[in-house]
């Protein structure tokens, strides 16, 4: 099984803000520290929003935080969040049957 980088950066992003807590993390920082586009990244850090994932503080001090402690979030469950579109294993797709 192949993770799109929509997946990879889910979990950077995750982790980056898992680390850094209780300080807030903003999508800037983390795009420079790991090299990726702010654009992909806003984009992702709006689906782990939207999928309860993170909590996005707004306004000049804002930033995202972790919307339920770390241990709570199953890299399983981010993982099936994230490739909603992709079967998990090859054979499960009906091209393949």
């Given at each position: 099984m192949r993770l799109t980088l929509f997946t990879?950066?889910?979990f950077r992003l995750l982790i980056k803000v898992a680390v850094t807590e209780p300080d807030l993390v903003t999508i800037s920082q983390t795009a420079e520290s790991y090299g990726i586009s702010r654009n992909h990244?806003?984009?992702?850090?709006?689906?782990?929003?939207?999928?309860?994932?993170?909590?996005?503080?707004r306004g000049r001090s804002g930033g995202?935080?972790?919307?339920?402690?770390?241990?709570?979030i199953n890299?399983?469950?981010?993982?099936?969040?994230?490739e909603s579109d992709a079967p998990l294993v090859e054979c499960f797709d009906r091209i393949n049957n």
């Amino acid at each position: 099984m192949r993770l799109t980088l929509f997946t990879d950066y889910a979990f950077r992003l995750l982790i980056k803000v898992a680390v850094t807590e209780p300080d807030l993390v903003t999508i800037s920082q983390t795009a420079e520290s790991y090299g990726i586009s702010r654009n992909h990244l806003t984009k992702i850090a709006n689906e782990l929003v939207r999928g309860g994932y993170l909590t996005a503080v707004r306004g000049r001090s804002g930033g995202l935080r972790l919307a339920k402690p770390a241990a709570a979030i199953n890299v399983g469950e981010v993982v099936r969040f994230c490739e909603s579109d992709a079967p998990l294993v090859e054979c499960f797709d009906r091209i393949n049957n």
